[in-house]
């Protein structure tokens, strides 16, 4: 099983641009589709973005949809979240995801059960 660690995360202000970085650990990153997560304070965690096993496919939120970009270099086993035109409403904590799947549907990709390993999160705080 995938061991993933998250970095990236600041204290920006709203139109900031912010890359976030997933590190994966474990030899199966190059076939497995991933996804981003995030979860802010007294709510519930929900679905960012997911990219499938190639980078062929992405999906994404359409809260961030021409915002944030997902893309992975699975010679470095790393899964990014480009941020742009950051606003408040942003801010949270990031997960990265590893899926059972290699690729999926947006549905599928979309929800939480669609992922076997977690992070721990990195903190992204987006003031106005």
């Known amino acids: 099983q995938l061991q993933l660690v998250e970095s990236g995360g600041e204290l920006v202000q709203a139109g900031d641009s912010l890359r976030l970085s997933c590190v994966a650990l474990g030899r199966t990153f190059s076939s497995t589709a991933m996804g981003w997560f995030r979860q802010a304070p007294g709510k519930e965690r929900e679905f960012v973005a997911a990219?499938?096993?190639?980078?062929?496919?992405?999906y994404y939120a359409d809260s961030v949809k021409g915002r944030f970009t997902i893309i992975r270099d699975n010679d470095k086993n790393t899964v990014y979240l480009q941020m742009n035109k950051l606003e408040p409403g942003d801010t949270a904590l990031y997960y990265c995801?590893?899926?059972?799947?290699?690729?999926?549907?947006?549905?599928?990709?979309?929800?939480?059960?669609?992922?076997?390993?977690w992070g721990q999160g990195t903190q992204v705080t987006v003031t106005s």
């Open positions: 995801a590893a899926s059972k799947y290699s690729d999926y549907d947006r549905p599928t990709l979309g929800t939480s059960r669609a992922y076997v390993a």
């Open positions: 990219i499938s096993w190639s980078g062929g496919n992405t």
